[in-house]
């Protein structure tokens, strides 16, 4: 026996993008449509922004101010750029292969965009955005911003030279990763050349799924296409993938948060009584000042 993770259920791409804003057009995957909430935690979100072209702007776009409390936002460049800003005075670019993990925590305001050249030049953007949830316990954990490029990725090298994994956060085969993270979690961007074959494990304990972000993949016995989501059941460790041509695959796995979870909009607590007093918080000019 191989010990493979059976898969759940295969989840094709949404039909139609929503737009945050006027510059990230994303497909969301969840919570929206497919009620996986239980079987995703401790990811509450996932918004994949497939290659789209842009064209010239001299007005980058993207999404003006707003405000988060409660969880983190972890945001992937695969094509363009995307530039942030926060009220906690942190700020950064992140290009292909750069992750941006900000923890909102007590809560922040941020504003985030096309970077200003890649704006006025246009060209294909694609990104990913992940809201990882936080526990009770550090859900007012104060705002931090880790700003990880991708030098600062470890990497792991497959068999054969065919390809290769960036440890975003967790641990790859021993490999850990370079996100500090509030709870045990992975985060894999990895980056496979056709003839691809490898596997690696999760703990059991672990909600486990992966997007396919290009190209497609086989995957513990399941045909996966392009930007098909794949949700595992937590039934062994192994995740086994092989691949006749190029792809990526996004892989996200987790100690579900066995906790409730009260949301409204960009407010994720465990009550509806915190709910109000983050947007009480939020209207006294509580979460700081941004431009
Ligand atoms: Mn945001």
């Known amino acids: 026996m191989k010990n493979l993770k059976s898969v759940k259920i295969i989840l094709s791409r949404p039909d139609r993008p929503g737009m945050v804003g006027d510059g990230f057009r ?31 702007s001299d007005r980058p776009r993207g999404v003006d101010v707003h405000p988060h409390r409660g969880f983190e936002t972890v945001t992937i460049a695969y094509k363009g750029a995307v530039a942030h800003h926060d009220s906690a005075g942190n700020s950064g670019i992140i290009r292909p292969g750069d992750v941006q993990w900000m923890t909102a ?4 305001l941020h504003k985030e965009y096309h970077e200003e050249n890649f704006s006025k030049q246009g060209g294909d953007f694609e990104m990913a955005q992940i809201w990882v949830n936080l526990p009770k316990a550090h859900k007012m954990t104060a705002p931090k911003y880790q700003e990880i490029t991708s030098a600062g990725v470890p990497k ?30 992975n985060m894999f961007d990895i980056k496979l050349k056709a003839g691809a074959n490898f596997s690696f494990d ?11 972000i ?9 045909e996966a296409q392009t930007h098909d989501f794949v949700l595992f059941r937590d039934d062994a460790e192994k995740i086994e993938i092989s691949t ?4 990526v695959v996004l892989v996200l796995s987790g100690e579900p948060i066995d906790e409730p979870i009260a949301q409204y909009g960009p407010f994720v607590m465990n009550t509806q009584q915190e709910l109000m007093e983050a947007i009480d918080d939020f209207n006294a000019g509580k979460f700081g000042k941004l431009d």
């Open 26 to 56: 994303v497909f969301n995957y969840f919570p929206s449509g497919n009620n996986i909430r239980k079987e995703v935690s401790p990811f509450l979100m996932l918004d994949f922004g497939a290659s789209h072209y842009f064209p010239p």
């Open 105 to 108: 925590g007590s809560g922040v």
């Open 156 to 185: 792991v090298k497959l068999p054969d030279d065919k390809g290769e994994v960036s440890v975003i956060a967790g641990n790859f085969n021993g490999i850990k990763g370079a996100a500090s993270t509030f709870t045990p979690l």
């Open 202 to 212: 999760i703990p059991k304990t672990h909600n486990t799924s992966l997007l396919v």
């Open 214 to 222: 290009e190209g497609n993949i086989k995957v513990n016995g399941s």
């Open 244 to 247: 006749d041509i190029d792809a």
